[in-house]
Each structure stands twice: as C-alpha cells, then as structure tokens.
C-alpha cells in the first residue's frame, strides 16, 4: 500500500514493483493506493502479506514492525472513515462483516521518515525494504516450496 | 428567561477532511450557526501558476482522491476552451464514460458507507454492515464496477493519469470495452436494487417556506445529463454561458471557515449536487432510470435535501447506463488527441462533479505557462445552502434529545456530501503593509 510519489510512503509499491519480477504470475503482487474497499475485495481468503510505510514518534526511520493483522490489535490510526476510505482497522472490521477476511495477514509496516511529495524512499527505508522483501520470500518458499 | 444552548460538533464525522459545526439556539430561535472549515488550506491555485499548461489536469486531480476525474476535466477541458480547442464526439464520448466511473465510485460510497447508516441508525457503515452485509456487499462491487471504468480510461482508478490536454494518452481497445461492459451489465441490477433500497429508508420531512425555496444550480445541455458541458442554470431563471460565471457568482471569506463562501450575485445562497442536477436535468435521464424512479414513486421534482441519497443512487443507474450505451455506441476516435500549442489566453469550464458544479479558470501566457487560476469546488459553494438548512429544520427537531439532535445536524451535512478538503484549497489574503512612519 501506499502512494509513489510521497516520499517514504512509496515503500509498498517500491516492494511489490520488486517482487513482482520475481514470483510466478500464481502469486499475485497487488498495488493499492489507499482504497481500502479494493483491499477487502483483493484479501478474501488469501494468504497475505501486506507491505506499508508508517509515520511514527515511536520508532527510527527503516524500523519494520510485524503485526499478525488477525490476532493483533492494529494501532489506531489518525485515518478516519471518510468519502477517501477506510482506515486498515475498519477495513478489517467491515471484512468480518462480509465475511470477507483474508486467511493469513502479515503486516509489515515500515516507519518512514520523509513523506514529501518527489522525496523518494529514504535510505533507512530503502534498507527495510530490502530486508522485507527477503522475509517475504522467504515466508513464499517455506509455504509453496519455490513455487 | 430562556437559556441559550449550543450545539457543538468538534469534528465532523464521515464526510471528507477537517471541519466543526457550532450552533446557538434557544427557545426563541437559531441564533447563529457556522459550518466551521478549519482543514488548513492547500494554495493550488497558488501552486498552478507558473506550471505549463499541460501539467494542469494532472495536478489538480490531486485536490481529491474521490473525485479526481472531476477536477481533470474541469481543468482539461478550461485549458482546451483558452486554446479554442473543440473535441470530436467520439472523445466527449470517452471522457463522459471516465466521469460515469467517478460518479459511481464517490456516490456508491457515500450512499453506502457514509450516509445510509443516518436512516438506519448505525454510528458507521461497518457496524451497518454487520446488520446488513449483503446490502454493503452491493455497494462495495458497484464502487469496484466505477473503479473498472475509471481505471480504463484513466489508467489507474486513484488519481488516473491518461487524460491529456486535446484527448487522452491512449484509448481503450474495443476487447476491453467489451468486458467492462459485462461487468457493467451486472452491477447495473446491482444499481435498480439500491434504487429501491434507497426509497425504502426512512426519509425525514423537510421542506422550506415558499419563500425560501432552495435556488438548485447546475449545468444543462439539451443533448445529454450533464456532465462535462452546458450552460449554467437554475431553478430561479438563470441561464448564462459557463464563460459569465464570475459575473453571477462571487467568493468572500468568513472569519470561522478556510473554504470560501460562494453567493449567487444578489441572491445569496444556492444549491449545487445531484439534486439539482435531478430537478434541472429529469428530462435528460435515460428511460431506465425514469422508469425506476416511477416505480418508486420518486417525483421528477425533488426538495428534500434528505432524499438526495435517492437521487444519489439514481445516478448511480444512470450512469451505468450511460456507461453501457456509450460502449455500445463507440466508434474509435481517429486519434487519441489532438495537437495543442499555448497562446495568451484565457479559459474556464465547469462540470458536474459527484458532489455539484466544479469552476475552473485558467489564464496562459504565450508561452505555455499557467499565469492565473481559479477553481471553485461545490463544497464551498453548498456551504451557504447547509447552514441555511440547518438554520431553518433546527426548531422543528429542538425537542430532540441532545444526541439525537447532533445527529440530525450531522445528517443535514451529509445530505450534501461534503468534501471539505476540496473546498479548502485557496484562502484569500488580505495583506495590509504598515507603511513607514503610519
């Protein structure tokens, strides 16, 4: 998830575009800007591995949190419901209420540091990214066996 | 001795960006309100000048993320009319089909997840869809059918890039028309369904005096339901050219609000959205929807701003159907654009985004830069009307219980849609420089 040109916020495409070139066509590699009624249509019953940027006091820049999205809490968010969407909490919500929940959620949310507009990812994102991709492949090849 | 109350709305929920509500009232009237906008303003008429002409339906699709198609047509077709450009109907055609996927994908989700949980008594659209999942369920693959459209033509269905000053970067091959319109097909039964749905809610009654009656603003065109062309007109006799707005509508600022007020020159307050494009237009809607409506029992002539969540959804038909003839009738333009060359120039146009008739003008200087701009986005200009409206339905619900009451007060907004991050996008300055020795 995220949005290209917004600095930091890029992270999620910057991952996919990357992976894509690297899985079989059997392993879908989705880009969502923001629209989290796509995202509830797109998970259903899916095994998943959702990849977005983060901004937060808490942690340094390119620190990645895992979050198990089906047994953890998602940590509330400033992102209201509004005409632009939903935030991941309600977008979770409102899958259960479809019955539309994925099978497995693993949220790697990475903490960026600059969301500008053209930034590009920063370095210690860029890094994480690295690093997320590994894991993810790694998760791919331990369930399909390099499929 | 009566006692003042005040109604007080920190933060409006389920509409779009940052705004408050603060009203007064006693037992002998509604003495103030204001509809307070304090979503910090965003300057792109600022940030426009100075930008090649080329760069504006880009650029200012980025004002929103619902309605991004709005604001590109608006600015493309502003900057095509300061060039003396004229399209051939087969790519009026296009971006007619590009706005019916914006109208399907802002009004399905305002009538799903914002504003059907005021009828039915829900505090969101999730925990609605707890009690009604398969009626969400529609909504969400309509909203996804509107996204088809737009990503089609737009390629990508969050802020579309295709859309070029003289026609589009790349047109739509007839395969893929074709299976757009299958799945058109089938969310347009999806659309008669929340037609009926929609007339089923429990509607409050609300209509003004005679002699407050709303002035609906929008744009017609003899041909067609508006959308990227016509004149301006409106239910108390206007009827001018888009190139005379500014001599009939006019911004001020007020002290609680970032978005501007706009007024009808004279007259005050007006009233823009699918309402008043329903009222003005009704002739123009294709006999599907007519029909539907009939069978509802929805009249042709509609002032309950409480209903518009039927209008709404009516639109919603309407646009697939439009989609779907459209597709049915295409013919491939000869080429995907025309070639365009700046000129000192001046241009503007209005179109009917989801949410009512959207203002741009544009000045370019002989070499292609922008040199002024001005955008008026339809939340500003229903910010009269709303206040307006709360003003005058207030006595009627004061016996209401504190809670009850926001909520109508908020529902009364969200009859309108509002997309206060639209509508903060320019804030007037008035500097006033110390001069020496004063």
């Keep these: 998830m995220g949005n290209r040109f917004r600095g930091d916020d890029s992270v999620g495409p910057y991952v996919v575009h990357r992976l894509r070139s690297q899985l079989t066509p059997s392993i879908p590699c989705i880009e969502n800007n923001g629209d989290m009624s796509n995202l509830i249509e797109d998970w259903r019953d899916r095994h998943v591995?959702?990849?977005?940027?983060?901004?937060?006091?808490?942690?340094?820049?390119?620190?990645?949190?895992?979050?198990?999205?089906?047994?953890?809490?998602?940590?509330?968010?400033?992102?209201?419901?509004?005409?632009?969407?939903?935030?991941?909490?309600?977008?979770?919500?409102?899958?259960?209420?479809?019955?539309?929940?994925?099978?497995?959620?693993?949220?790697?949310?990475?903490?960026?540091?600059?969301?500008?507009?053209?930034?590009?990812?920063?370095?210690?994102?860029?890094?994480?990214?690295?690093?997320?991709?590994?894991?993810?492949?790694?998760k791919i090849q331990l369930q399909t066996g390099g499929l | 001795?009566?006692?003042?109350?005040?109604?007080?709305?920190?933060?409006?929920?389920r509409v779009e960006g940052e705004g408050a509500l603060y009203i007064r009232y006693d037992e002998d009237g509604v003495h103030e309100v204001k509809l307070k906008i304090f979503e910090p303003p965003r300057f792109f008429e600022g940030f426009m000048r100075g930008r090649d002409y080329r760069e504006a339906p880009d650029i200012t699709a980025r004002i929103c993320g619902i309605c991004p198609v709005a604001y590109q047509m608006s600015a493309v077709h502003a900057v095509e009319n300061a060039l003396g450009l004229s399209l051939s109907p087969e790519l009026h055609a296009l971006r007619r089909l590009m706005y019916c996927g914006e109208w399907i994908e802002s009004h399905t989700l305002h009538i799903y997840m914002l504003h059907a949980p005021d009828f039915l008594g829900y505090p969101s659209g999730v925990a609605m869809a707890k009690d009604h999942p398969k009626t969400v369920q529609d909504g969400l693959q309509m909203k996804k059918a509107g996204n088809e459209i737009v990503r089609l033509l737009g390629g990508r269905e969050v802020h579309p890039i295709n859309v070029r000053v003289g026609g589009f970067y790349r047109l739509p091959t007839h395969p893929e028309l074709g299976e757009l319109r299958d799945k058109l097909l089938r969310a347009r039964d999806l659309a008669i369904e929340t037609v009926r749905w929609a007339a089923s809610l429990p509607i409050p009654d609300f209509a003004r005096a005679p002699e407050n009656t709303y002035e609906f603003v929008a744009l017609s065109d003899p041909q067609e339901y508006p959308m990227n062309r016509g004149r301006i007109v409106s239910t108390h006799g206007l009827d001018i050219a888009v190139s005379d707005y500014?001599?009939?509508?006019?911004?001020?600022?007020v002290e609680y609000s970032n978005a501007l007020h706009s007024e009808r020159v004279g007259r005050g307050a007006y009233f823009l959205g699918p309402m008043a494009r329903y009222n003005l237009n009704y002739e123009r809607l294709s006999p599907l929807v007519k029909q539907i409506a009939g069978e509802?029992?929805?009249p042709s002539f509609c002032s309950n701003p409480f209903a518009s969540i039927v209008v709404r959804s009516l639109e919603v038909l309407y646009a697939f159907d439009e989609a779907v003839r459209i597709i049915d009738n295409y013919r491939a333009p000869q080429a995907p654009y025309i070639d365009t060359a700046p000129r000192p120039s001046t241009g503007c146009a209005?179109?009917?985004?989801?949410?009512g008739l959207l203002f741009h003008r544009y000045g370019i200087d002989a070499s292609g830069q922008i040199d002024d701009a001005k955008i008026v986005a339809p939340t500003s200009q229903n910010q009269k009307t709303i206040e307006d409206d709360l003003r005058l339905m207030l006595p009627q619900y004061m016996h209401l219980a504190e809670a009850d009451l926001q909520a109508r007060c908020e529902q009364a907004i969200r009859n309108y849609d509002p997309c206060i991050s639209c509508s903060t996008h320019f804030l007037k300055l008035h500097l006033d420089p110390v001069r020496p020795g004063s």
């Excluded at chain 1, 942690?59 to 968010?77: F, H, M």
């Excluded at chain 1, 497995?104 to 590009?120: N, P, Q």
């Excluded at chain 2, 003042?4 to 920190?10: E, L, R």
């Design chain 1, 49 to 138: 591995c959702l990849v977005d940027a983060v901004q937060t006091a808490a942690y340094p820049p390119g620190e990645v949190v895992r979050l198990n999205g089906l047994k953890q809490d998602i940590p509330a968010s400033l992102c209201r419901t509004s005409s632009h969407g939903l935030n991941i909490g309600e977008a979770l919500e409102l899958a259960r209420a479809l019955e539309a929940m994925p099978a497995h959620l693993e949220i790697y949310a990475i903490c960026g540091r600059d969301f500008s507009f053209s930034a590009g990812l920063s370095a210690q994102v860029k890094a994480a990214a690295q690093q997320v991709m590994r894991e993810i492949l790694e």
């Design chain 2, 1 to 13: 001795m009566t006692r003042s109350k005040t109604v007080k709305v920190d933060y409006l929920a």
């Design chain 2, 246 to 253: 500014d001599d009939h509508f006019h911004e001020t600022h």
């Design chain 2, 296 to 298: 509802v029992g929805f």
């Design chain 2, 350 to 355: 209005a179109t009917e985004a989801p949410r």
